[in-house]
């Protein structure tokens, strides 16, 4: 009867999903991401104006002025940055490595790349900080030649560097394993050398990935705590990173100041990682 | 020019099996040469080795009377085209069809008008005009192949070397591509070497065709040589449609187990053997035996018929059709005569050529052709 009537009025019949379970499969997708990220999240940014607009915009105002909070915040994102781009270069070749040679123990590398996931980041800091401290069997040598690594901003990015590494390598490898090995020779046959096949052919292919890996290193180092608070020395003003100002600011009990810092931690993350998409995605233009 | 193989050999990186087994092969310069064969019989390898992509451990590989072997894929200039294309996917067109002289040294390297020019030029030939600002993603297979081509020729290669270039594509585009690609042959004075599992595309565009097995050169010649003279079982087998009816020789006489099949004289021990046969060569002798041949369908001038009987069922046999569209839809008590096929034991031909007796045609069968 109503299939009879939707056709007489010209009514679209209501057509079961194309996948099983679509409805119920969405609603959880969605239920989870509200619960889970963005529920914390909505908290998190509407903390600051709990006591009204005019209170909030004048803790920013205060914050503005705050000159830790903005070093906290520069040596943050600016640390991640270089970290991220740091690690690109040894992230490609290791990736290279692991897909195109055949070394001997490729699969216990393979393994090692991915110990940065796993090892608690403090143990990683503590480990850092004694090697490249001021008597570690790194950090002696190099402070005889006048390198400090150990509680400065050098220790930071290494250290950041440290945890974004398998980002790269993991992001980069797939996409060079499924890199058509026919496309290289045809590059090859049209008389292109193999550096000319790698800058023109290979690295072009990669940009995509490369600005991936780049977004996910950097997202991964601006929320970086645990290895970075035991080699940065966490001196305020200089080595102190945004996220164990938060944690000092809350130990003070001001909540406040403690979201505003996740604020605008949040807020220029969510910035940069849509920046970084966008330059993806314009990167993928020709292979689509 | 022309490209000579020499006694060639090339063994898989792995196990050391020969993927290619003492091939030796001579290509005319400006001749139109198809290698076909079933999958795994060593033509995309041997076609890799005359480029230069795959190393041979034997043999040598002459092209226009020089020798190659030591010399890279990249340094022998030829045109290769991939069977998915290979283009490059993060640059336009006409940045594709340019890049083997855009990468070329700066003292041989032509201005950049002159290339823009040329790649015009090859975009024209390939009839796809105002297409060099698009990206590969945005073009369809027939003409992403069209490209591939447009960058192997730009060059200017005189060998050029396609590896099934026609696999991807639907049939019409194919057909189209073929004929097309035949006429560019010509004009530009290409010695072409094709690689294909298609034995009617090959013998459509070539004028040579190879027919490799296993790693072998099992016979070359023209389209025609092969289907008059098949060297073995397997080129007839492949070909064309072929038939194999298994039977007994006793006493000169080839008796098919099947029934319903008329035995053929024949000069030979007694044993077991084959006729290998194609389905235009099978005949219907109706009033002979308890066969049915039953109408199946008609393709221009060929009418072919579906016969059954007690021991067989379905094998399809050709026959002109009556021009007046009045072919027998059923023919009952009909038998077959395979007089006209090849006589086959341990896998070769028994009698070079044709069996002892030529194609006997009954009185009775002339009737339904009438």
Same mark, same amino acid.
Request: aromatic share 6%; glycine share 10%.
């Given at each position: 009867?109503?299939?009879?009537?939707?056709?007489?009025?010209?009514?679209?019949?209501?057509?079961?999903?194309?996948?099983?379970?679509? %409805?119920?499969? $969405?609603?959880?997708?969605?239920?989870?991401? =509200?619960?889970? +990220? *963005?529920?914390? @999240?909505?908290? /998190? &940014?509407?903390?600051?104006?709990?006591?009204?607009?005019?209170?909030?915009?004048?803790?920013?105002?205060?914050?503005?002025?705050? %000159?830790?909070? $903005?070093?906290?915040?520069?040596?943050?994102? =600016?640390?991640? +940055? *270089?970290?991220? @781009?740091?690690? /690109? &270069?040894?992230?490609?070749?290791?990736?290279?490595?692991?897909?195109?040679?055949?070394?001997?123990?490729?699969?216990?590398?393979?393994?090692?790349?991915?110990?940065?996931?796993?090892?608690?980041?403090?143990?990683?800091?503590?480990?850092?900080?004694?090697?490249?401290?001021?008597?570690?069997?790194?950090?002696?040598?190099?402070?005889?030649?006048?390198?400090?690594?150990?509680?400065?901003?050098?220790?930071?990015?290494?250290?950041?560097?440290?945890?974004?590494?398998?980002?790269?390598?993991?992001?980069?490898?797939?996409?060079?394993?499924?890199?058509?090995?026919?496309?290289?020779?045809?590059?090859?046959?049209?008389?292109?050398?193999?550096?000319?096949?790698?800058?023109?052919?290979?690295?072009?292919?990669?940009?995509?990935?490369?600005?991936?890996?780049?977004?996910?290193?950097?997202?991964?180092?601006?929320?970086?705590?645990?290895?970075?608070?035991?080699?940065?020395?966490?001196?305020?003003?200089?080595?102190?990173?945004?996220?164990?100002?938060?944690?000092?600011?809350?130990?003070?009990?001001?909540?406040?100041?403690?979201?505003?810092?996740?604020?605008?931690?949040?807020?220029?993350?969510?910035?940069?990682?849509?920046?970084?998409?966008?330059?993806?995605?314009?990167?993928?233009?020709?292979?689509? | 020019?022309?490209?000579?193989?020499?006694?060639?050999?090339?063994?898989?990186?792995?196990?050391?099996?020969?993927?290619?087994?003492?091939?030796?092969?001579?290509?005319?310069?400006?001749?139109?040469?198809?290698?076909?064969?079933?999958?795994?019989?060593?033509?995309?390898?041997?076609?890799?080795?005359?480029?230069?992509?795959?190393?041979?451990?034997?043999?040598?590989?002459?092209?226009?009377?020089?020798?190659?072997?030591?010399?890279?894929?990249?340094?022998?200039?030829?045109?290769?085209?991939?069977?998915?294309?290979?283009?490059?996917?993060?640059?336009?067109?006409?940045?594709?069809?340019?890049?083997?002289?855009?990468?070329?040294?700066?003292?041989?390297?032509?201005?950049?008008?002159?290339?823009?020019?040329?790649?015009?030029?090859?975009?024209?030939?390939?009839?796809?005009?105002?297409?060099?600002?698009?990206?590969?993603?945005?073009?369809?297979?027939?003409?992403?192949?069209?490209?591939?081509?447009?960058?192997?020729?730009?060059?200017?290669?005189?060998?050029?070397?396609?590896?099934?270039?026609?696999?991807?594509?639907?049939?019409?585009?194919?057909?189209?591509?073929?004929?097309?690609?035949?006429?560019?042959?010509?004009?530009?004075?290409?010695?072409?070497?094709?690689?294909?599992?298609?034995?009617?595309?090959?013998?459509?565009?070539?004028?040579?065709?190879?027919?490799?097995?296993?790693?072998?050169?099992?016979?070359?010649?023209?389209?025609?040589?092969?289907?008059?003279?098949?060297?073995?079982?397997?080129?007839?087998?492949?070909?064309?449609?072929?038939?194999?009816?298994?039977?007994?020789?006793?006493?000169?006489?080839?008796?098919?187990?099947?029934?319903?099949?008329?035995?053929?004289?024949?000069?030979?021990?007694?044993?077991?053997?084959?006729?290998?046969?194609?389905?235009?060569?099978?005949?219907?002798?109706?009033?002979?035996?308890?066969?049915?041949?039953?109408?199946?369908?008609?393709?221009?001038?060929?009418?072919?018929?579906?016969?059954?009987?007690?021991?067989?069922?379905?094998?399809?046999?050709?026959?002109?059709?009556?021009?007046?569209?009045?072919?027998?839809?059923?023919?009952?008590?009909?038998?077959?005569?395979?007089?006209?096929?090849?006589?086959?034991?341990?896998?070769?031909?028994?009698?070079?050529?044709?069996?002892?007796?030529?194609?006997?045609?009954?009185?009775?069968?002339?009737?339904?052709?009438?």
């Amino acid at each position: 009867m109503t299939a009879y009537l939707s056709r007489r009025l010209g009514l679209p019949r209501r057509q079961r999903d194309p996948l099983p379970g679509f %409805g119920l499969g $969405l609603g959880l997708t969605l239920f989870w991401l =509200g619960t889970l +990220v *963005l529920l914390p @999240l909505l908290a /998190l &940014v509407s903390r600051p104006w709990q006591e009204g607009l005019h209170r909030g915009l004048l803790a920013f105002a205060h914050a503005a002025h705050d %000159g830790r909070i $903005l070093s906290a915040l520069w040596v943050s994102f =600016g640390s991640a +940055v *270089l970290a991220a @781009l740091f690690d /690109l &270069v040894p992230g490609v070749l290791i990736a290279w490595a692991l897909v195109r040679s055949d070394i001997p123990g490729r699969r216990i590398i393979d393994m090692l790349v991915e110990l940065p996931f796993a090892l608690p980041t403090a143990v990683v800091g503590i480990t850092m900080a004694t090697l490249y401290g001021p008597t570690g069997w790194f950090g002696a040598p190099l402070a005889r030649l006048g390198v400090h690594i150990a509680y400065s901003r050098t220790g930071i990015v290494l250290a950041l560097m440290f945890i974004g590494l398998p980002f790269i390598v993991r992001t980069v490898a797939p996409v060079l394993r499924n890199l058509p090995a026919d496309v290289e020779e045809a590059a090859a046959i049209l008389g292109a050398s193999r550096a000319q096949v790698l800058l023109r052919i290979v690295l072009p292919a990669l940009h995509p990935a490369l600005v991936t890996a780049f977004g996910m290193a950097f997202a991964r180092g601006i929320g970086e705590y645990g290895s970075v608070i035991f080699i940065a020395g966490n001196q305020p003003f200089h080595t102190e990173i945004a996220p164990l100002l938060v944690v000092i600011r809350l130990q003070e009990y001001d909540t406040t100041g403690a979201t505003l810092i996740g604020f605008v931690l949040v807020a220029v993350s969510l910035l940069s990682l849509a920046g970084i998409s966008l330059v993806r995605r314009r990167l993928s233009r020709g292979v689509g | 020019m022309s490209v000579y193989l020499d006694h060639i050999t090339r063994h898989s990186p792995q196990g050391g099996r020969a993927i290619v087994d003492d091939v030796s092969l001579s290509v005319k310069d400006g001749s139109f040469t198809a290698l076909v064969g079933p999958s795994g019989a060593g033509k995309t390898s041997l076609l890799r080795i005359i480029a230069g992509l795959d190393p041979h451990q034997r043999g040598q590989v002459s092209i226009d009377g020089r020798r190659v072997d030591t010399l890279g894929a990249r340094e022998r200039n030829i045109g290769f085209v991939f069977q998915h294309y290979a283009l490059f996917a993060h640059m336009t067109v006409a940045a594709n069809i340019g890049f083997g002289l855009a990468i070329r040294p700066r003292h041989s390297r032509p201005g950049r008008a002159a290339i823009r020019r040329r790649v015009e030029e090859l975009l024209e030939l390939m009839q796809l005009p105002a297409m060099g600002a698009r990206y590969p993603h945005e073009l369809s297979g027939g003409q992403r192949q069209r490209v591939a081509l447009a960058r192997a020729l730009a060059t200017g290669p005189r060998v050029l070397l396609l590896d099934e270039p026609f696999g991807a594509l639907d049939p019409l585009v194919r057909r189209q591509i073929r004929g097309w690609l035949h006429n560019l042959h010509e004009r530009l004075g290409l010695t072409t070497i094709l690689v294909t599992h298609d034995r009617q595309e090959a013998a459509e565009l070539a004028d040579t065709v190879v027919i490799m097995n296993r790693g072998r050169v099992v016979q070359s010649g023209t389209p025609q040589e092969l289907e008059d003279n098949p060297a073995d079982p397997f080129v007839m087998d492949f070909s064309g449609e072929t038939i194999r009816i298994a039977g007994l020789v006793t006493n000169g006489r080839f008796v098919p187990d099947m029934s319903d099949i008329i035995p053929v004289p024949v000069a030979l021990s007694n044993g077991r053997a084959e006729i290998l046969i194609r389905p235009a060569d099978i005949r219907l002798l109706p009033h002979q035996g308890n066969a049915i041949a039953q109408f199946y369908q008609r393709r221009g001038l060929v009418a072919s018929y579906k016969v059954t009987s007690a021991s067989f069922d379905g094998m399809l046999v050709e026959m002109p059709a009556d021009p007046g569209d009045v072919s027998a839809s059923i023919i009952t008590h009909c038998a077959i005569d395979i007089s006209a096929g090849r006589f086959v034991r341990d896998n070769a031909w028994v009698i070079p050529g044709y069996g002892l007796v030529g194609p006997v045609i009954s009185d009775e069968v002339q009737f339904l052709y009438s």
